[in-house]
């Protein structure tokens, strides 16, 4: 099956985000349906590319020490909350401010 490339991703390939769009449930359970719809056609298109990459996606995880890389990004996600959620405040207080004034 071949695919078309719309007219607006020919002419520039960010023109979708360039547009301020307002986020819309409705638009991303649709987004989500047509994904999952493709890759069921994708699966069904191509079982054996299918079988093989869940084969090696398998394997690499059996062989990965999954709990350290975890555990690790779990310490960073921690610790860089911190500093995140005081900019966010600090971000929100200024706001206020400028438009008490």
């Known amino acids: 099956m071949e695919q078309t490339i719309p007219t607006a991703y020919r002419e520039n390939p960010f023109s979708e985000l360039e547009k301020p769009a307002a986020p819309s449930l409705e638009r991303l359970r649709h987004e989500v ?8 056609q994708y699966v069904h298109e191509h079982p054996e590319k ?3 990459g869940s084969a090696l996606a398998g ?4 062989m990965l020490p999954l709990r350290p890389i975890l555990r690790g990004v779990t310490r960073l ?15 929100r207080v200024y706001e206020e401010l400028r438009r008490s004034r």
Request: no cysteine; aromatic share 4%.
């Open 59 to 62: 394997f690499l995880a059996a």
């Open 77 to 91: 996600l921690r610790l860089l909350a911190v500093p995140a959620l005081l900019a966010l405040g600090v971000q």
């Open 50 to 52: 299918v079988v093989l």
């Open 33 to 40: 349906q047509e994904r999952l719809q493709r890759s069921r």
